[in-house]
């Protein structure tokens, strides 16, 4: 059974490290195709260097340009390997360009293909996220759903009526934070021990935005004067505070690698971000979520009200930072598979090669 794995983003390095994990211990083999879309070091080469990651043997250094640019040369790119490799299964995960390029070049193949991530949605079609992953759900075999809502969302789209396997596998992210957890590092440049502000906003929706960007940095500003708040950069927010000429006053920090990211969850005493993973990273580590976001994806953290959307409204970011910094929120309910994602993943990809 030979797997073809297709990554490109910080998300995809840490959910592809704990299935890769998985893959091998069943015996089978992988081949790896990194796209190149986060080529920044900070956000590609310590991934692999951290999470033990097999080397990719594909790098495409496909990165910047626009949507159609970009998903255009991987898909060239991608077809190429696939005809070289001849994989019998292909494996996508979640919903950035490099997952919608991995999948139409596996369809357009014949190659069966299987999508981490499945059954997500926001129901905001501006977001290129929703694109990816609609048609990547309308590409896949093998529908591997990280929650009941999930599974949901995929039944009122009729997917009942087509012949593809879907599963309910629990989140491959709630698996790489409990394993990575005991390994969890300081970073470097922080010097603040406990309960500040972990800020991180990357997504398309505030960036490229000007009226959210700067709603929300005024917040972050007006907050750090009374709680610090530490801020990992991604480039592209870098960029447009730059552009905009707006004026950052928290403490900064560069994109920091998943072991340090998990230290900062830890030890804060709230989150708050517009990213998809740390809405949940924030709730297995026990700490409440205010979410720069008009919609999420896991919508059971909205229901449990261990999160909260605030859209880009500075003053509701600010309220709920306050009303629920430093509370406990309660982990008890297994709403996310309790870290066994990647073993029922590895289980299905061999059990359908039959
Ligand atoms: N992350 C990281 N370093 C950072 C910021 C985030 O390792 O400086 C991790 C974070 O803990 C989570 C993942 O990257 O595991 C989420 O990635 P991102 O926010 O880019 O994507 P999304 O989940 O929104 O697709």
């Not at 594909?58 to 910047?64: A, E, K, M």
């Not at 261990?306 to 509370?327: F, T």
Request: proline fraction near 4%.
């Amino acid at each position: 059974m030979k797997i073809l794995t297709i990554v490109g983003a910080r998300p995809q390095f840490i959910k592809a490290s704990v299935v890769s994990a998985a893959i091998q211990q069943k015996g089978m083999s992988e081949v790896i195709v990194h796209t190149g879309q986060h080529f920044d070091s900070n956000m590609s080469d310590i991934f692999f260097g951290q999470l033990g990651i097999p080397e990719p043997q594909y790098n495409l250094n496909i990165s910047g340009g626009s949507h159609g640019a970009m998903t255009g040369a991987m898909l060239t790119e991608i077809e190429r390997v696939m005809l070289m490799e001849k994989p019998d299964q292909v494996l996508v995960y979640g919903d950035t360009n490099s997952t919608l390029a991995g999948a139409l070049a596996a369809s357009k193949l014949h190659i069966s293909l299987a999508h981490v991530e499945a059954g997500l949605r926001s129901y905001n079609m501006k977001m290129p996220e929703e694109i990816n992953r609609i048609l990547t759900d309308q590409l896949s075999n093998i529908l591997l759903c990280p929650t009941s809502q999930a599974i949901e969302n995929l039944r009122s789209e009729g997917f009942d009526n087509k012949n593809v396997q879907i599963h309910q596998v629990g989140d491959v992210m709630q698996d790489s934070a409990l394993f990575y957890a005991e390994r969890s590092t300081k970073p470097e440049s922080v010097s603040i021990e406990e309960r500040f502000i972990l800020a991180t906003i990357h997504r398309a929706e505030n960036t490229d935005d000007p009226d959210r960007l700067k709603s929300i940095i005024d917040a972050l500003n007006q907050l750090h004067t009374f709680i610090p708040v530490i801020m990992p950069l991604h480039p592209r927010t870098e960029a447009a505070i730059k552009a905009l000429d707006l004026v950052l006053n928290v403490e900064v920090i560069p994109p920091q690698g998943y072991l340090e990211m998990l230290w900062l969850l830890d030890h804060c005493g709230i989150v708050v971000t517009d990213s998809g993973g740390v809405q949940k990273e924030a709730f297995f580590f026990n700490k409440p979520c205010v979410t720069a976001r008009d919609q999420t994806e896991w919508v059971e953290l909205i229901d449990t009200d261990a999160n909260v959307l605030v859209g880009a409204d500075g003053n509701k970011l600010i309220n709920e930072v306050k009303a629920r910094y430093s509370q406990r929120v309660n982990d008890a309910n297994e709403l996310y598979g309790g870290g066994k994602a990647s073993q029922r993943i590895a289980q299905l990809l061999l059990e359908s090669n039959v």
